[in-house]
Nanobody, 115 residues
Framework: VQLVESGGGLVQAGGPLRPSCVAS????????MGWYRQAPGKQRELVAI???????NYGDSVKARFTISRDNAKNTAYLQMNNLKPEDTAVYSC??????????WGQGTQVTVSS
């Protein structure tokens, strides 16, 4: 399984951004698609994840601002980020756990929020 992110970039505080992640290869193995982020000097943290059945989970710092969705026909996950804050600045990586016990990762996309 390969994961490719796009849609990161530079945005002013309060603005939106909508990165996406496209999965290819043996996508039938995927049990969920999600996003993690890592800022300089900080640990990687869960942003949001959506499971095959549609259940979602969010990190506490992004609840009510971010929404994850998925287009199964396109094997694509989207992360709608609203009301962005400078503390949201990080590298955002797409993640897909599989039913084989393997975790797949994208290469990451930089999101920078200016104050």
């Amino acid at each position: 399984v390969q994961l490719v992110e796009s849609g990161g970039g530079l945005v002013q505080a309060g603005g939106p951004l909508r990165p996406s992640c496209v999965a290819s290869g043996r996508t039938s193995r995927i049990t969920a698609m999600g996003w993690y982020r890592q800022a300089p000097g900080k640990q990687r943290e869960l942003v949001a994840i959506i499971y095959n059945g549609g259940f979602t989970n969010y990190g506490d710092s992004v609840k009510a601002r971010f929404t994850i969705s998925r287009d199964n026909a396109k094997n694509t996950a989207y992360l709608q980020m609203n009301n962005l804050k400078p503390e949201d600045t990080a590298v955002y990586s797409c993640h897909a756990p599989s039913n084989m016990g393997v975790n797949y990762w994208g290469q990451g996309t930089q999101v920078t929020v200016s104050s």
